[in-house]
């Protein structure tokens, strides 16, 4: 207590209110330019993702000296005001933009790069078999949507989708789009990764009649001409 004493006038002022107008306005352009039914920037001053994050900054400042029950604290009443738990551990880069944001729930070793869009539901979390880094790691602008899933100490690169609802278990490279449970790339630069014919793929079923069709022609065969040599022998 003595330490944040006598640190008080000279940073916290300066230090916490200076980094949280800075990336407010930060975050205010990144709403403005990527959420169409941002109609004005008194509107967004409502976004509960704004605000989450703005504690968050607090909560993480306190959290990087020491001072974690008080970080905790604020993490938990963002968490009621909001409906958003960041964990004031967390590192989190500019520009960040939480849509919606309830049930949002970003773990205390969870890294988020500079300008990246977080939807409604979305979780940065462990998958409860790894220590110390458990949560992932969000390069820039990374969009991860609404339900999805990212579990574990591994990256997702930069400008990745993370699609709606997906459960994402390993490494995602830059400029990809993974989708589904568990995810897959299905895009990487814009081109498609798996082109799998999800139609014109093998039956074995007919693949099986066809052999006995095939099979039921060649004794028919064989029947036909025992029955001319007989014929002919008769
Ligand atoms: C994944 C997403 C970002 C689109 O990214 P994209 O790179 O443009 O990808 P595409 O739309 O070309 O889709 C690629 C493939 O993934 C499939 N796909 C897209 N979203 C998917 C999803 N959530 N779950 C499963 N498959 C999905 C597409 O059908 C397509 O499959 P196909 O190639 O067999 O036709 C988008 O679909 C998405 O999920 N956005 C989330 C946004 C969100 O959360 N909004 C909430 C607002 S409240
Ligand atoms: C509900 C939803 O799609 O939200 C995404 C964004 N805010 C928009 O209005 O497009």
Redesign the pocket.
């Known amino acids: 207590m003595f330490q944040l004493s006598a640190h008080l006038e000279e940073t916290l002022m300066g230090n916490i209110i200076g980094s949280i107008i800075k990336n407010y306005k930060a975050e205010i352009q990144s709403i403005k330019d990527r959420d169409p039914a941002a109609a004005s920037t008194l509107e967004i001053l409502t976004y509960a993702g704004l605000h989450a994050v703005a504690m968050y900054r607090v909560a993480h400042w306190f959290y990087i000296r020491d001072l974690k029950f008080i970080a905790r604290v604020i993490s938990q009443t963002a968490r009621f005001l909001t409906g958003i738990e960041i964990h004031p551990g967390a590192k989190i880069g500019k520009g960040l933009l939480i849509?919606?944001g309830a049930g949002v729930v970003i773990g205390e070793t969870a890294e988020i790069g500079d300008n990246c869009l977080l939807?409604?539901g979305c979780t940065l979390g462990g998958t409860g078999k790894d220590q110390g880094k458990r949560h992932p790691t969000l390069g820039n602008n990374v969009?991860v949507?609404?339900g999805a899933k990212v579990l574990g100490p591994f990256k997702v690169g930069d400008n990745s989708?993370i699609?709606?609802?997906?459960v994402v278990l390993e490494t995602v490279p830059p400029n990809c789009?993974a989708?589904?449970v568990p995810a897959r790339v299905?895009?990487q630069n814009g081109k498609?990764t798996l082109d799998l014919d999800q139609i014109h793929i093998p039956d074995p079923v007919s693949q099986e009649l066809c052999k006995g069709r095939m099979e039921l022609e060649r004794l028919r065969k064989r029947v036909e001409a025992l029955e001319k040599r007989l014929e002919k022998e008769g």
């Open positions: 849509d919606h939807y409604q969009m949507g609404c989708k699609a709606a609802n997906a789009t989708v589904g299905v895009k498609r």
